[in-house]
Nanobody, 117 residues
């Protein structure tokens, strides 16, 4: 059974930083590309960042490019999202996902990120 457990969310002031983690189990983590998605209240879930199996290649939504960094540690079966220069528009529930091809196949339960003064 595939399980993805996000952590690291919370309340942060604008301009602050957070680091999200996603611990994977029940899956050969290094075999799959991974992504972070987010969903703000009243909005559709959107792709934030993707990383290939080896971590060599990453891609970002334009809205987070230059501020967020996706990374992974295949030895620890863990995915990360370093978020800097946070803005109120970054407020959302953040989800990690295992990709099959280009599409998310397994999801975590999400972690809330709130950016507010």
């Amino acid at each position: 059974q595939v399980q993805l457990q996000e952590s690291g969310g919370g309340l942060v002031q604008p301009g602050g930083s957070l680091r999200l983690s996603c611990a994977a189990s029940g899956v050969t983590f290094s075999n799959y590309a991974m992504s972070w998605f987010r969903q703000a209240p009243g909005k559709e879930r959107e792709l934030v960042a993707t990383i290939t199996r080896t971590g060599v290649t990453t891609n970002y939504a334009d809205s987070v490019k230059g501020r967020f960094t996706i990374s992974r540690d295949n030895a620890k079966n863990t995915l990360y999202l370093q978020m800097n220069s946070l803005k109120p528009d970054d407020t959302a529930v953040y989800y990690c996902a295992v990709l099959l091809g280009k599409y998310p196949r397994y999801w975590g339960q999400g972690t809330q990120v709130t950016v507010s003064s």
